[in-house]
């Protein structure tokens, strides 16, 4: 690798781990993951189709990576970027490089524990600043002066793993050969099913579980695709689930609502979308352990704050320090929530009896209920079927399928987002519990369980790889093989299909994950080393 590819591709790093260009969110579930990284390195490095293909693979380990609290069990965006550039600039095998993001994953999540450490200095700052009247300084204190620090090293760390990376790579990988080689390629594919069956602890559960094994079945017996699988199955989903008008008529009401009042009594619209703007851009600049998305908040809400209190700078003040404390949602949720709090202030400018209180058990009693229903949706529903369907074919090569995934995601995402921050802003607490009450978000999810299931049942056929090599020969000729004699004879796949569920169940059973990654790694080192799978 050239010192000029290393920088190009520690640049792209640097911004999938930001929250540039698409917000918090957007960028997350976008360049940041193997499937988009994928082609992007692979750009780089002179072979778009092979990094497709292998940040495809990788991103199967990451599906069931969820962000909660700040606490991920695996860097999706060190897997993709760093798995994917070692593997190309190293020529490495697609099961190889599985092998090899596993640990680069866990040094993500270690830098990740250390950056949400460090970032918690920057809230005094910010805490400063805001008690100043200083509002034009809280993105500073948000954004630019922990991102100039963080920059720094993760400059630093990626250039160094990219630039010296490969050539370590290549050594190793010339030293060991014969059963060390088999060994490392049978680990790369029993670990695809730690990453289904982590996705399986959040959608394998009531009728979506019989889902899953028709997709299993459907795949091995009738050859099914990704893509018919999908459109077959979430078919039968809705048409299970069912849909009926009283279902939408809490949406209905919103949208009523929304025509029949109007506001911006003291805030313009262009700000209150500039706000919520900022929001979906900053809210975890300064993730902390502190104060979670708090200064984040306060920094969405800072340009409308400015133009309610534009001639009141103690207000500013006091609008600015409540809404900096803790806080903690969904990133679409907490649009909302911005959009209410903003309403708030003006109607409390404008004379209105509305506690300091008021605000802290708004925000304390949503941002609960709308965190488990917005990462529900975003984190178990949305990215992993867009995920499940586009990994599929990317893995094939299809260079567009990372773009094509890239673009519905941020218009589905963004489009309901919008729509809630002005939900929030116009109809304000009473209207969200009532579409959160109104059971159609619990149907959609759980029509979504039965679609993630059905596809994720197909896709460990094609993806995880693990097969007896365990035979008998006599003259020659093989008199007995255990893979295709015994397991393949009563159920193709069997293994693959077993390997998932023991891992669904070992997570579902409190095991940490990073341990059952390793247990899985454990078993298939040792079973390539003797020579009893491949």
Known sequence: MTVLQ???????????????????????????????????????????????????????ITLGVISAGGALPMDSGYCGIFGTALALAG??????????????????????????T?????????????????????LVADFFLPYSIKTIYRAAMSFVILYYGPAAIEKVVAMLDGPIVNALNVMGGMIAAVGLGMLLTSIFKGKAKYFFFLGFLAATFLGLATIPTALIFGIVAIMLVGFGEEDFEAFKGAADENASQHQFKLVKKSTIVKSWVRWQI??????????MQGIGFCTGMVPALEEIYKDDKEGLIESMKRHSMFFNTDHDFGGMILGMCIAMEEQKKLGEDIPEE??????????????????????????????????????????????????IFLAIFYGVGYWMLWVGYKNGGETIFKIMESGLLDKVILAANMLGCAVTGQLLCNYISFNWTVSIVQDGFT?????????????????????TLGVYWAIKKGKNAMHVTLGVMAIGLVLGLLGLAG
């Not at 008199?479 to 390997?499: E, R, Y």
């Open 91 to 116: 020529g490495l095998s697609t099961n190889e490089a599985i092998t090899l993001a596993i640990p680069l994953g866990l040094l993500g999540s270690i830098m990740n524990t250390f950056t949400m």
């Open 118 to 138: 460090i970032q918690c200095f920057f809230v005094k700052i910010a805490d400063k600043w805001i008690a100043e009247g200083k509002s034009k300084l809280v």
């Open 358 to 407: 008021a605000f802290v058990s708004l925000k304390s009693s949503l941002m609960g209920p709308c965190a488990g229903v917005g990462d529900t949706l975003s984190q178990v529903v949305l990215i992993p079927i867009l995920a499940i369907i586009f990994t599929n074919l990317a893995a094939q090569g299809a260079t567009w399928a990372p773009i094509a995934y890239t673009i």
């Open 6 to 60: 290393a920088i190009i591709i520690t640049i792209y790093f640097l911004f999938a781990q930001s929250t540039l260009p698409f917000g918090s969110m957007g960028t997350w579930a976008t360049i940041d993951r193997p499937l988009v990284a994928g082609l992007f390195v692979g750009c780089v490095l002179g072979d778009p189709v092979k990094g497709t293909m292998i940040g495809a693979s990788i991103n199967i």
């Open 479 to 499: 008199v007995f093989d255990l893979q295709s004699g015994v397991f393949d004879a009563i159920l193709p796949n069997a293994m693959k299909l077993l390997l």
């Open 282 to 291: 900053f809210c975890e600049t300064l993730y902390n352990y502190e104060r």
